[in-house]
């Protein structure tokens, strides 16, 4: 079945560093997303790509989508305290559920 | 506000009780998902319904029952579960076009434990 791979698990950064989680898809993806999770909350939609080798940014975050529709990328630029929280990713291959990702749980030192 | 209410917030239960969890949402979508969040697996997508009719189990035992009346209740009923499904538990919403899974918008969750 589609698996979505997610690295690394957790990262710890210094602020003002920059941050990258990767995600990985057994199969085509037709798209997907992704979602910021805070401490003691609930997921929260960040962002959705379904072109191939889609580009989108928000701010200081950077969400790529690989030429082969089969990885993605979330790049965060000088990183700070209110970034922390676990990052997922989640594909759709067609009309499938979104399977989500382990996860990258960003931890900063302010 | 995501639009997603849960109740209750909290649940601790022993492992013969019965009870069920509450899941609204007011945002007019068509689907809803019921997830477990645990430490071992952090996303785990349990049940989907699409337009009230159940389109996804996700290998869950039957100790777990879902329940949904129409397009904007959804209900997980629980009896005689193990301390290992001691989680939070996730509903979400979403709408459904075309083959594209739209952005979910999770409740609060579920704090559950099981003694």
Not at chain 1, 33 to 44: A, E, L, M, S
Not at chain 1, 57 to 69: D, I, V, Y
Not at chain 2, 47 to 52: D, H, I, L, R
Not at chain 2, 87 to 95: D, K, M, R, V
Request: with cysteine; charged share 15%; glycine share 8%.
């Amino acid at each position: 079945g589609q698996q979505v791979m997610q690295i690394p698990q957790y990262q710890h950064v210094q602020e003002g560093e920059d941050f990258t989680t990767y995600c990985n898809s057994s199969t085509t993806l037709s798209n997907i997303q992704w979602y910021k999770q805070r401490p003691g909350g609930h997921p929260v939609f960040l962002i959705q790509l379904v072109k191939s080798g889609e580009v989108k940014k928000q701010k200081r975050l950077t969400f790529q989508f690989g030429e082969a529709k089969k990885n993605s990328s979330l790049h965060i630029t000088a990183t700070q305290t209110t970034d922390v929280g676990t990052y997922f990713c989640a594909g759709s291959e067609g009309a499938q559920k979104l399977v989500f990702g382990q996860g990258t749980r960003l931890t900063i030192n302010p | 506000e995501t639009g997603v209410t849960q109740t209750p917030r909290h649940l601790v239960m022993g492992m013969t009780n019965k009870k069920s969890l509450k899941c609204e949402q007011h945002l007019g979508h068509n689907a809803m998902y019921w997830y477990k969040q645990s430490a071992k697996k952090p996303l785990e997508l349990m049940f989907v319904y699409n337009f009230k009719e159940q389109t996804e189990n996700n290998s869950v035992p039957s100790r777990f029952s879902p329940e949904c009346p129409n397009s904007s209740h959804l209900f997980l009923h629980l009896h005689t579960l193990q301390p290992e499904d001691s989680a939070l538990y996730l509903c979400a919403s979403s709408t459904i076009a075309g083959i594209f899974y739209n952005e979910q918008f999770f409740g609060p969750g579920t704090r559950l434990t099981v003694l």
